[in-house]
């Protein structure tokens, strides 16, 4: 079989770009699971923060964009300037894409 013009696809991303991109999607999943699960656990004890929860949510949602919108870019650049073609570079760019669009809402 003749693959000689297919870019060759792997898992873990091959340049820093890439992986510059895969930790920051890692980065944003991790914030949120941590942002949803102190969210839960205040709400049950009813523990207040002393913050307006309107301004700490915007702040929040601030803080995920710029993760988001760090991988998105990031994934972007590596597969543009570096010819990055893995899958964890592929999905970082869909998280960063929908994590900016879901902050941004």
């Keep these: 079989m003749h693959t000689r013009g297919l870019p ?3 898992v873990l991303p091959k340049t820093t770009l890439g992986r510059w991109s895969a930790v920051c999607a890692l980065a ?3 914030v ?4 949803f699960w102190l969210a839960l ?6 523990v ?4 307006d929860p309107l301004i700490l949510s915007h702040i ?8 988001a919108a760090a991988a ?8 543009i300037k570096s ?10 760019i869909a998280i960063g894409f929908f994590g900016l669009l879901g902050s941004l809402r």
């Design 8 to 10: 060759k696809i792997g």
């Design 28 to 30: 944003f999943i991790l």
């Design 32 to 35: 949120t699971t941590v942002i």
């Design 41 to 46: 656990s205040q709400t049950l004890k009813g």
């Design 48 to 51: 207040a923060t002393g913050l």
């Design 60 to 67: 929040l949602k601030g803080f995920l964009a710029v993760i």
């Design 72 to 79: 998105l870019f990031t994934g972007l650049a590596g597969m």
């Design 83 to 92: 010819q990055e073609r893995s899958v964890s570079t592929f999905v970082s």
